[in-house]
T-cell receptor, first 113, second 113 residues
Framework: DGGITQSPKYLFRKEGQNVTLSCEQN?????MYWYRQDPGQGLRLIYY???????QKGDIAEGYSVSREKKESFPLTVTSAQKNPTAFYLC????????????FGPGTRLTVL | GDSVTQMEGPVTLSEEAFLTINCTYT??????LFWYVQYPGEGLQLLLK?????DKGSNKGFEATYRKETTSFHLEKGSVQVSDSAVYFC????????????FGQGTRLTINP
C-alpha cells in the first residue's frame, strides 16, 4: 500500500524544546517537501529535497532543520529558534517526469505549550 | 514573484447549489495550475489540474478552465453535496523553480443539507 506516513498526528511540546516530525514514503519518489499551514493561510514551503543528501531552504526555513539520509525519509526538526512553531505541518513528495504531481501526507499538528 | 489569490471565505451553500470559487494568479509565462482539497484533519488531495491555456481540468463534478487572458482558474461545480464540505486551495507551479508549488490562502466551503 503506497503512500506517505507522518507521525504522530498530534504532538505537544514545551516551549524551548526541539522536536522532530517524521515523514516516510514508499512511493520511490526522489523529491520531498515540508510545508507549514496556519489558519486562514495557504501552505508555505519550509524545506525541500530533490535527492538524497541534498536539500534547499524554502520560503520560511528559519528555525527549522532537515536531513535526507535515505530516499524514504525526510524528517523535520522544529528548533527552539522558531518563534511561532504551533501549526499544522504537511510533508509531500513529487512524482518524477512530466506528470510532476505532488502527493501529501496526512499532516502533524504541533502545539507548543 | 509568483502568487495566487483566492476568493475569501468562508463560503456556505445549501445542497444542490451552484459553486464558484475564484482564483487568479500572477506568474511568468505559462504556469501549471491546480486545485487541491483538504478534508478536516487530513492532508491535501489533488482535485484537478490544467497545464496549458484553455485546458479544462475536471474531477468528481468539479471543473476549472485555465484562462490566460484573465490569469484565472476558477473552480465550479453545478450541484454541491454535503460531502464537498472542505477547504479548497488553488496553486500554481511556475516555469522557474519548477519544483515548488505556490498556494492561495484556501477557501473553506460548508454545504448545509
Amino acid at each position: 500500500d503506497g503512500g506517505i506516513t507522518q507521525s504522530p498526528k498530534y504532538l505537544f511540546r514545551k516551549e524551548g524544546q526541539n522536536v522532530t516530525l517524521s515523514c516516510e514514503q514508499n512511493l520511490n519518489h526522489d523529491a520531498m517537501y515540508w510545508y507549514r499551514q496556519d489558519p486562514g493561510q495557504g501552505l508555505r514551503l519550509i524545506y525541500y529535497s530533490q535527492i538524497v543528501n541534498d536539500f534547499q531552504k524554502g520560503d520560511i526555513a528559519e528555525g527549522y532543520s532537515v536531513s535526507r539520509e535515505k530516499k524514504e525519509s525526510f524528517p523535520l526538526t522544529v528548533t527552539s529558534a522558531q518563534k511561532n512553531p504551533t501549526a499544522f505541518y504537511l510533508c509531500a513528495t513529487r512524482s518524477p517526469g512530466g506528470n510532476n504531481e505532488q502527493f501529501f501526507g496526512p499532516g502533524t499538528r504541533l502545539t507548543v505549550l | 514573484g509568483d502568487s495566487v489569490t483566492q476568493m475569501e471565505g468562508p463560503v456556505t451553500l445549501s445542497e444542490e447549489a451552484f459553486l464558484t470559487i475564484n482564483c487568479t494568479y500572477t506568474a511568468t509565462g505559462y504556469p501549471s495550475l491546480f486545485w487541491y482539497v483538504q478534508y478536516p484533519g487530513e492532508g491535501l488531495q489533488l482535485l484537478l489540474k490544467a497545464t496549458k491555456a484553455d485546458d479544462k481540468g475536471s474531477n468528481k463534478g468539479f471543473e476549472a478552465t485555465y484562462r490566460k487572458e484573465t490569469t484565472s482558474f476558477h473552480l465550479e461545480k453545478g450541484s454541491v453535496q454535503v460531502s464537498d464540505s472542505a477547504v479548497y486551495f488553488c496553486a500554481l507551479r511556475g516555469i522557474q523553480g519548477a519544483q515548488k508549488l505556490v498556494f492561495g490562502q484556501g477557501t473553506r466551503l460548508t454545504i448545509n443539507p
